[in-house]
């Protein structure tokens, strides 16, 4: 069979469309997350930069590459800098309540943070329920704390 010039220029444009089909669907199905394990998530995007956090009676901020806290807290730069780390990529567990309302807590904490290239500071509320200790994250899931991750996001 003999096809035209213009009849290969339409072979080929279709080869490659075809190829970009099949990467961008491998690549997909690489980077699917397996549906059955439990869905991790982030307090604050992984991809941003924390520049200043600000908890109910004390900030922590960025100084060149390091860390202080205003007032000193007791921390060296080093346990600041894996706290601030801690707050960008600990995976935590979504809370799934029941009725999908937050039962009702005497006791919550706010903490502001920083971001650079955001220009509003994102808000985070921590609430003291009885099965523990539960975070609303940037995208405003509750996530629950274990006794594990406490000490990695807060100071003693």
């Given at each position: 069979m003999k096809l035209s010039k213009k009849a290969w220029n339409n072979v080929l444009i279709f080869a490659v469309l075809g190829m970009i089909f099949i990467f961008n669907y491998s690549h997909k199905r690489l980077t699917h997350e397996n549906l059955?394990?439990?869905?991790?998530?982030?307090?604050l995007p992984s991809e941003g930069m924390?520049?200043?956090?600000?908890?109910?009676d004390y900030?922590?901020?960025r100084i060149g590459r390091s860390w202080r806290s205003r007032p000193d807290i007791g921390l060296p730069p080093e346990q600041l800098d894996k706290?601030?780390?801690?707050?960008?990529s600990e995976p935590l567990k979504p809370l799934e309540l029941p009725d999908?309302?937050?039962?009702?807590?005497?006791?919550?904490?706010?903490?502001?943070f920083w971001l650079a290239?955001?220009?509003?500071?994102?808000s985070l509320t921590l609430y003291q329920l009885d099965s523990g200790l539960v975070i609303s994250n940037w995208q405003s899931q509750l996530l629950q704390l274990?006794?594990?991750n406490i000490p990695k996001l807060l100071p003693k």
């Open positions: 059955s394990t439990p869905k991790q998530a982030t307090l924390i520049l200043t956090m600000q908890g109910p900030t922590i901020e706290m601030m780390h801690a707050w960008l999908g309302q937050l039962p009702v807590s005497q006791y919550s904490q706010v903490y502001q290239g955001v220009a509003e500071p994102v274990d006794e594990l």
